[in-house]
């Protein structure tokens, strides 16, 4: 039932688009699309102005009021008077702790009309690595994207009151040891007991095989079955694994969604596979593909709303250790 929804989340989020965008004089006019939108988002936090968008870095200030002017448009609530977390955090590289950063998370919420004090956490990193000398690392792909596609998101449900409480989170320093979402796990805006799964966004826009990853089942096979059966119509081929020892590489602890997974928030990771740009210059709005990215944000939103709908069996089979 969930997936026959789906052709109606572009649509949707096309209304809030063209609401929320100026208009046009001309009738035939009417502001931007979702997908422009969608693709606007990704094109601004990548553009060399936001310079890297390093945490601490001025840029990295404008993506965060970016994403907050964002939040307020949507009226996504806060908790507190403001959607900052702001946080000094430890940096850590493997099993070393390094210097402390200083950094500010973008926090907001819909609350779920039927379960309101149980949440799902949505997220995505909106920090990069900024630059060396006059190169820049715009980080289009890593990740603009995984940004672009949580505003999506929370445009979406915004207009489309989920069953349970839905938090949207813009993750700073990542890329200094997952520090933001460490800080998160440690010091919630709601009780982690409550938080029922998280999902993660980074890397979602740069796959010319139609292929995006779905990873976390290995950890929490209960949740295979049902992303298959809400993608099974998707407009891209979402694919598992990237989750164990079997994978040349395991992702488990790769991105914000590992502190989640390491106090036993079941977590759902989508990513696509490693590509020349990542971690590159060449991480710019033109080598994404902009065809596969509206499509798998669409696809991600669609899981999203299956889960919401499922979310008793999950917390269900959870709660049972399995």
């Known amino acids: 039932m969930v997936r026959n929804k789906l052709v109606l989340i572009l649509f949707t989020l096309t209304l809030i688009a063209t609401a929320c965008s100026p208009q046009s004089d001309q009738g ?20 060399d102005e936001l310079g890297g968008r390093e945490t601490g870095s001025p840029g990295n200030a404008m993506a965060r009021q970016y994403i907050e002017q964002r939040f307020d448009s949507l009226g996504l609530r806060m908790f507190g008077n403001s959607y900052q977390q702001p946080f000094s955090q430890a940096i850590t590289t493997g099993e070393s702790t390094a210097d402390t950063v200083t950094a500010i998370n973008v926090i907001g919420y819909v609350e779920g009309q039927l379960y309101p004090n149980k949440y799902v956490v949505v997220t995505a990193h909106y920090d990069h690595l900024g630059r060396d000398g006059e190169t820049i690392y715009n980080g289009a792909d890593d990740n603009a994207s995984g940004t672009g596609g949580m505003m999506a998101a929370a445009a979406y449900f915004s207009e489309n009151a989920p069953d349970h409480s839905i938090v949207f989170i813009g993750f700073d320093a990542e890329e200094k040891g997952l520090a933001g979402a460490r800080y998160f796990v440690n010091n919630p805006s709601v009780p982690l007991d409550q938080v029922l799964i998280n999902i993660n966004m980074d890397m979602i826009s740069t796959n010319f095989e139609n292929e995006l990853y779905a990873v976390g089942t290995y950890h929490y096979p209960y949740l295979k079955p049902l992303i298959a059966d809400y993608t099974a119509d998707a407009p891209v081929n979402v694919l598992f694994g990237y989750d164990s020892d079997e994978w040349d590489q395991n992702w488990t602890l790769a991105s914000d969604h590992g502190p989640f997974h390491l106090e036993d928030v079941p977590f759902i990771y989508f990513g696509v596979e490693d590509h020349p740009h990542y971690h590159a210059p060449s991480d710019v709005y033109e080598n994404i593909n902009p065809d596969f990215y509206l499509g798998a944000v669409e696809t991600i939103i669609g899981v999203i709303e299956g889960l919401d709908s499922d979310l008793d069996e999950v917390e269900e089979v959870s709660s049972e250790g399995e």
């Open 28 to 47: 035939g006019m009417q502001g931007q699309t979702e997908e422009n939108q969608a693709l606007d988002d990704v094109r601004y936090l990548a553009s």
